[in-house]
Nanobody, 122 residues
Framework: QVQLVESGGDLVQPGGSLTLSCTASGFVFAVYNLAWFRQTPGEEREGVAVIRWLDDTTDYANSVQGRFNISRDNAKKIFYLQMNALKPEDTAVYYC???????????????WGQGTQVTVSS
């Protein structure tokens, strides 16, 4: 059974940093593309970052480029989203996702976590 479990969501002040983790089980982690998405109430889910299994290349949404970093640890079956210089507009529920074929932020991902809340506020 495929499972993705996010952790690390918290309340953080503007300008601060936070790292989200997504622990995976039930599939061959090393050959899956992994991504982070976020969603705020009333808005569509937005792709934030993706890391491809084939060559470890990454892509980021323009809104987080240069501030966020996605990485993976195949041995531990965990991937991360390191978020720096956080802004109030980064406030959202963050979801991790995995798919064998999807490689872009606009692709459809098969497996999803339940989400973790990130709130950026003073």
């Amino acid at each position: 059974q495929v499972q993705l479990v996010e952790s690390g969501g918290d309340l953080v002040q503007p300008g601060g940093s936070l790292t989200l983790s997504c622990t995976a089980s039930g599939f061959v982690f090393a050959v899956y593309n992994l991504a982070w998405f976020r969603q705020t109430p009333g808005e569509e889910r937005e792709g934030v970052a993706v890391i491809r299994w084939l060559d470890d290349t990454t892509d980021y949404a323009n809104s987080v480029q240069g501030r966020f970093n996605i990485s993976r640890d195949n041995a531990k079956k965990i991937f991360y989203l390191q978020m720096n210089a956080l802004k109030p507009e980064d406030t959202a529920v963050y979801y991790c996702a995995a798919d064998r074929r999807a490689t872009a932020l606009g692709s459809i991902y098969e497996h999803w976590g339940q989400g973790t809340q990130v709130t950026v506020s003073s």
